[in-house]
């Protein structure tokens, strides 16, 4: 396999796959991908060897930056050399084993990339999640993942102690900090002593390597657990052909680490072509930062949400000396947005589309006619249909919901199932198809069209929103008797979480301003702070059936003006 990796490098390999038009697609199956599979091994050390052989440039592999004027640039020999460390210091000083969990709650720093690679090389399973997550988010993902390891910065570690007593199953704490804390590990310094000889395991392709949390409408996340299938796709030749990127190239992905689009779009996709992974620490999101970044690094590669590009979109931009090009998930993109980045950049906006569950599905491929307000279509392995409740085919141009066919053969790349869960595991089945929710319309020549949710999950900015989350955080404030959680429209955001509220009688005599910021203070403090209600609405009371269930939907539509 190390030989067909180097087939890809750097003309893109022959296909085995005969056509790529989605519709009609030559599904991959279970013989077509290889038993075994570490992206580590696979395709961190193949280019180590390169590099060796003098076949890779002297570009850094990983390059990364911050506000200050730090800068870490590493070649893959000492990122193999960096991980294989950190590979032992999971297993030895930690005494963690292949299969166990850690949880990596760390923002955009080098030691992130080195702690995915050291449980890649180990078969740790790791769970990203964003330095948003406030303690009681925290509490959840560790007693439910029974986290035997957590990874952290400064920032976070107050709301993991303030829980650690009720975590049980987590028995270590690793801290990546410049100085060292008492009760924590010093990843920084237990590196520098670490031995950098290390075997990596022989993981199956079907073998766990990461669980994303993943929002619903009832109830909390869910873990939705991902193969080394995952890593995979991007080796495989048809997924290449989504960025087509080049060893010369250096790629820019914005997302927060704790997505499956940095998993994707941040590690497989660019170091398995071999190219520059740039990375800016970013800890507090600014448009300007951006544009300085794409002027003065030779960022050849771009992927985030279409609110960061809105968001870009409204300072005055130049044209950017290296870009090329741009790739944008997480939401709908609008038509104008697109036009506007085009006129503004002359850089085409290439949509992607995915789920935590499903990684890269559909996409608009480089050498595809775009059809702007079109997501593209499906990329293979993924046989995506649009499908009714009952798993049926729709005809073109019908709306129904996004699914992905799962029977005979799950392709590879889709997440396992939701672990520990076999009811929701269950319920996302739909016939022969996992059925996203996300509702669309495919029209005759393959593309598929956004439309929405099928339940009340929020989209905003890029985050995927579960209304019971933010009421469960609204209903600890004294002042609320009772809350619901809708999207509503937003110029910049795409869609904003709202919500209804029913105050309590004391509070109703209250500055209804003074109030809305109290309770956007009080979500931000007790959840992560992307999930607070932007827009606060107080009504008398909410509209319910007779069976006293919130009419969520209504709400909804009056907010979309569809009512
Ligand atoms: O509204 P405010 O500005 O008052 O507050 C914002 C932040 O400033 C603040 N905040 C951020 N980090 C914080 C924090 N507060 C406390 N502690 C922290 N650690 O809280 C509010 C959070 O809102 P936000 O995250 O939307 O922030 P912001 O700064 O406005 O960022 C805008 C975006 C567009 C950069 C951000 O929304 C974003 O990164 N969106 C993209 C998300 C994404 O990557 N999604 C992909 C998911 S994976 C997927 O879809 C599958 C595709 C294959």
Redesign the pocket.
Known sequence: IHKSLHAFHPAPPPLRCQSLSGVGAPRWNDQDIPKEFNFASYVVDYWVQMEKEGKRGPEPALWWINNQGDEVKWSFSEIKDLSCRVANILTQTCSLQQGDHLALILPRVPEWWLVALGCIRTGIIFIPGT??LKAKDILYRLQVSKAKAVVTTD?VVSEIDSVVSECPALKTKLLVSDHSLHGWLDLRSLIRSASPEHTCIKSKTKDPMIIFFTSGTTGLPKMAKHSHGLALRSYLPTCRKLMRLKKSDVFWCV??PG???AA?GGLFEPWTAGCTLFIHHLP??DPKVIIKALLEYPITHCIA?P??FR?ILQEKIPRFPTLKHCFT??ESLLVEEFEKWKKQTGILLHE?Y???ET??TCSVLQEMKIKPGSMGKAISPFDVQIIDDKGNVLPPNTEGNIGIRIKPTRPVGLFMYYKDNPQKTAEVECGEFYNTGDRATMDAEGYIWFLGRSDDVIMS???RIGPSEVENALAEHPAVAESAVVSSPDPTRGEVVKAFVVLNPPFRSHDQNQLTKELQQHV?AVTA??K?P?KVEFVPELPKTITGKIKRAELRKKEFGQM
Do not use: E
Request: hydrophobic letters at 30%.
């Open positions: 330095t948003q920032t997302s927060d997505w499956i689009l994707v507090q999101f949400a609110s960061v968001m998930g997480g992607i995915g789920q935590s990684g890269v900015s890029g985050y931000r702070p992307y607070y932007r």
